[in-house]
């Protein structure tokens, strides 16, 4: 079997292996904290200390954070990797407009 067949048959819903599982169930843990970086946001901002133009960006990084719960308890490997690009996407967009938002009240 060549390199190539064996990383696919290791990447394949099928039959993913042990160590791929594992990378999904980290990625899940990476939405996860930044869940818990914006509930750290929201206590900036109830300080006065970052805008309420950022609370969008929060709500998506929470949104990301349950995503990558629910990643992590399921067990359809189909359904992991659909989720966990909707747990990315909100991580993604929430980050990308917190920064936006930082920048442009700076």
């Known amino acids: 079997m060549s390199f190539r067949e064996e990383l696919r048959r290791q990447f394949a819903a099928e039959s993913e292996s042990d160590a791929v599982g594992r990378i999904r169930f980290y990625a899940a843990s990476l939405n996860i904290l930044g869940g818990i970086f914006a509930f750290a946001l929201i206590l900036l901002m ?7 133009a950022a609370a969008p960006g929060c709500v998506l990084l929470i949104a990301g954070g349950a995503w990558g719960v629910v990643v992590q308890l399921t067990r359809d490997v189909f359904a992991g990797r659909r989720r966990l690009w909707w747990a990315w996407g909100c991580t993604f967009l929430g980050v990308l407009e917190i920064v936006a938002v930082a920048n442009l009240a700076s």
């Open 46 to 52: 109830v300080g006065g200390r970052l805008s309420w």
